[in-house]
């Protein structure tokens, strides 16, 4: 009598054990879930307000250096490709080429020193600069959070978890090497 | 995300407890060494110290403090670019917030984080580091104060700074009763019952009284050293260029100058101690741990991860630091290069113009030493007189007013025209100043050595 009710106890305090486990790892992966997609959703403000800054650029720099409308045009058109992009590889490359039309429309701008002057320009500069920062930034704490992710829904025994409440696995926000480093060409 | 902030809370519990555990037997050995049986009693006066203490600190908001370091808040138009940076290190480190943000008017470059809950968090930093780092240095400063709030750092040592406030006063009050309360000893020396057990008792209470407060005083100051290492930890991490936060930690050491506005209370939250101008000597009392090693073990990181930082840490002759769980997890993560940007444009400097003004050029040293050398000083580099570092001598950009500068090209002649001060600009681009006494026929050039003729 004693015996099983204490063999009852024993196995109701060990059911309850793994249940307070099983909610635990549910909640931790639900919690890196939800930090993954805000971390995704902050790159997304960014980039959009990437967009929003280039058409301020382009009109300024338009005002000093006339010669340069093949520059500004491959700014532009990198700025469609990237917001029409539909893949996040897609995506990821556009902002690419972005970045890189935009390097050289700054390096281009170092030989006109009217438009150095320009506060609008200078203001502008900054932004764009600080832009391409919190991209990055979010990008590598996105990242970061996609490892961490990955990694809780890979290993034992939160992976358990993981498949009954089918957790997939995520990408990584990849940048190709070559494209960010692309040199930009400058010409006097 | 980083679970060193899990192992910061753990460690933080037990120090929090050990202080308390000091707390209370304190009262209780006072109150029993006051009088017998009185044991509760000092209980209840170390509780009630205990809340008078939290009242005082967690009713200060943190706008007494930053208005009393003489800060004021900034918007987005007076600095952008400090703004940016703090922008984009709340979104590297996933804060999930964006403090606000206080400048401090003080040529001292120094920078501090406050704030217990999101709402009321800031960073404030000195007019002095904005207009010295270039953007990676400002970087890593702002992503050490970042690192300080998601590591919840200042809840923590407040919550330390109470119990250690609370101790010394219950001490001061206790040792204080005895000089002054002799009455209630006596009283208890007559009853004659136990009195020499008593008098063990109150030897006691007074070597608990006199250690207790010290031995909490060591608890608090290693753990803000500790914490101080785990935010440039985390600036490491959140950068992904150690070199960025050493570099400026090495201006903000190399500037030895205080700033006026800190004291006693602010000092452990600003990113070295604004309070040691020079000669900071590790002791046990030290809110910061020495200036110069933090940069030895940010500069010897191999990657710019936890992982990295921990192994630095160990190298430099330490034990643990970062929780296990936090190592496992942080992902191994190289270091980026260096951004081009230049460094911050400071605005106008009023004393470089008037020394300019008087035919001096003057030379900034890293160490805080503005230099004014003469223009008929003919080599390139000059040695700080204070800090000894070999310092370029920049050559003098036109004059910003009083430009009335005549004889411009390659001519070796100036025309006089007027008797009074005049300055005009040799061929090499320097400017010649000539005062209203100057008689000689000719004059020469500081920098290129041409000699110019003045008629």
Avoid at chain 1, 71 to 81: D, F, W
Avoid at chain 1, 115 to 130: D, G, H, I, M
Avoid at chain 2, 95 to 110: E, W
Avoid at chain 2, 227 to 250: C, H, I, K, V, W
Wanted: proline letters at 4%; one cysteine or more; charged letters at 20%.
């Amino acid at each position: 009598m004693s015996a099983a009710l204490i063999v009852v106890i024993v196995i109701g305090v060990i059911l309850l054990a793994v249940i307070g486990w099983f909610i635990g790892a549910y909640n931790g992966l639900v919690r890196l879930r939800n930090q993954l997609e805000n971390a995704w959703a902050q790159i997304d403000v960014q980039l959009k307000r990437r967009y929003d800054l280039i058409p301020n650029l382009v009109e300024t720099v338009k005002g000093y250096a006339k010669h340069e409308r093949e520059t500004l045009e491959k700014v532009i058109q990198a700025r469609n490709m990237a917001m029409n992009a539909k893949t996040i590889g897609e995506r990821a490359e556009a902002e690419n080429i972005l970045t890189g039309t935009l390097k050289s429309l700054f390096a281009v701008s170092e030989a006109y020193p009217d438009l150095k002057a320009n506060q609008n320009f200078l203001r502008l500069q900054e932004e764009l600069t600080s832009t391409e920062n919190k991209v990055a930034f979010s990008r590598q704490f996105y990242n970061d959070s996609v490892q961490q992710f990955n990694t809780s829904i890979q290993v034992f025994p939160t992976n358990i978890v993981a498949g009954m409440f089918s957790f997939a696995r995520r990408d990584f926000f990849e940048v190709k090497e070559e494209a960010v480093r692309e040199a930009p060409k400058v010409s006097f | 995300m980083w679970e060193q902030i899990a192992a910061n809370r753990r460690r933080s519990a037990v120090l929090i407890t050990t202080m308390a555990a000091v707390l209370l037997s304190l009262g209780y050995l006072a109150g029993e060494a006051i009088a017998p049986g009185a044991g509760l009693i000092g209980l209840t006066a170390a509780f009630i110290i205990w809340l008078i203490q939290m009242g005082l600190y967690f009713g200060a908001a943190e706008s007494v403090l930053l208005a009393g370091s003489g800060a004021h808040e900034i918007q987005k138009d007076d600095s952008p670019r400090l703004f940016n940076v703090v922008e984009e290190m709340v979104l590297a480190s996933g804060l999930g917030y964006t403090p606000r943000i206080y400048l401090i008017d003080d040529p001292a470059p120094n920078a501090f984080a406050i704030g217990r809950k999101p709402g009321s968090s800031a960073v404030a930093v000195t007019t002095g580091l904005l207009h010295r780092l270039n953007r990676d240095e400002l970087q890593g400063v702002i992503a050490h104060e970042i690192g300080h709030l998601k590591n919840q750092d200042v809840k923590f040592m407040t919550l330390a700074a109470v119990m250690l406030g609370s101790i010394v006063m219950l001490s001061e009050i206790f040792l204080r009763s005895l000089r002054f309360g002799g009455r209630s000893s006596r009283r208890s020396e007559s009853r004659g019952g136990g009195g020499q057990a008593q008098l063990i008792l109150l030897v006691i209470a007074i070597a608990f009284a006199i250690l207790g407060p010290l031995f909490a005083q060591v608890l608090y100051f290693a753990c803000s050293r500790k914490r101080e290492f785990l935010a440039d930890a985390s600036a490491a991490q959140f950068t992904r260029y150690p070199e960025g936060l050493a570099s400026a930690l090495e201006k903000i050491a190399g500037a030895s100058m205080p700033v006026t506005c800190a004291n006693k209370t602010t000092a452990p939250l600003y990113i070295v101690n604004p309070l040691a101008a020079t000669g900071q000597s590790l002791s046990l009392f030290s809110t910061h741990p020495p200036t110069e090693e933090r940069i030895r073990i940010l500069r010897s990181m191999g990657g710019s991860s936890l992982a990295d930082y921990e192994a630095a840490y160990q190298r430099a002759g330490h034990g643990g630091l970062i929780g296990r769980q936090s190592l496992q997890e942080s992902p191994a993560q190289s270091i980026r290069d260096a951004s081009t940007d230049g460094p911050v444009e400071s605005p106008p400097d009023t004393r470089a113009i008037q020394s300019r003004q008087c035919g001096y050029i003057p030379v900034h040293c890293n160490c805080g030493l503005d230099i004014s050398v003469p223009e008929t000083y003919n080599r390139d580099t000059i040695n700080c007189v204070r800090c000894g570092s070999v310092l370029t001598i920049p050559g003098t950009s036109p004059l910003p007013t009083g430009g009335e500068g005549q004889g411009e090209g390659v001519s070796l002649q100036f025309q006089r025209q007027t008797d009074g001060w005049e300055s005009f600009r040799c061929a090499c681009g320097r400017t010649i100043q000539l005062s209203p006494g100057f008689a000689a026929p000719r004059v020469r050039c500081g920098s290129c050595g041409r000699s110019i003729e003045v008629v």
